[in-house]
Structure formats: C-alpha cells, structure tokens
C-alpha cells in the first residue's frame, strides 16, 4: 500500500510562525484508492525557519511529531490508579494511515448484499 501524505493550507501567526496545518494522506493499493483530511494545531517550538524557506516535508515532520494531549483538554477526567492525571500520546501519521488503509481494505473485502431468504426460491 503506497501512502501520500500532502499540506493543503496553512494558518499563520503573525509572527510568521505556522499555527494550524491542514492535510491530507491518501493511499492506493492496485487500482483502489482512499483518503482522509486532518488537521493539526502547531504549537510553538525552539526552531525557526523562515516562512519563504519552508518545505512542505519540514511542515510534515512538525505534524508528525507526537502530540501529548491533556485529557482534561478533552473535557474528559482520566486519573490513575495512582490518582495521577493520565496524559495521552497522539501519533497522526500512524492514525491518519491506519484509517485509509481501512478503507481500503473494506473496499478489498467482498460487501455482503441483501442475501435471498433461504425459504424463498
């Protein structure tokens, strides 16, 4: 399965610092074809590349980066056995290709039509 991953929009600071991405990953496999959109908040880092400078495999790896996501954020309490606040650890590129290659594997997988009642015939 060939995997295509591709910035569509970026939103910038007025600092000139890339605060919100929007892309899309596609996948193919023989002739079938799937994709999905995201989009991934930035935040701010300790390198700086000017904006005319940047290449969309630079903007890539800053969304691959794993994103550590409160869970309190999420409006949802999740504490731990050890009454801790549990934090969680997104990976958009492994979610983002995991969700197209569903899709094509449903597509692989024969569907199962309205089968013909087995007393009729």
């Not at 799937?34 to 005319?52: K, M």
């Not at 801790?84 to 492994?94: G, M």
């Given at each position: ?8 929009k970026?939103k ?32 701010r ?25 409160d ?28 969700q ?22």
């Amino acid at each position: 399965m060939n995997f295509k991953w591709t910035v569509n929009k970026v939103k910038v600071a007025q600092d000139n610092l890339i605060v919100n991405v929007e892309l899309t990953v596609s996948a193919t496999e023989n002739n079938l074809k799937a994709s999905a959109q995201y989009s991934r908040n930035l935040q701010r880092g300790s390198t700086f590349i000017p904006y005319e400078q940047l290449t969309e495999q630079q903007v890539l790896d800053w969304c691959f980066a794993p994103e550590v996501i409160d869970r309190l954020v999420l409006a949802q309490t999740w504490v731990g056995a050890d009454k801790v606040e549990q934090l969680t650890t997104k990976h958009l590129k492994d979610e983002g290709e995991a969700q197209v290659a569903g899709q094509i594997e449903r597509q692989l997988t024969p569907r199962k039509s309205d089968p013909i009642l087995p007393w009729v015939k």
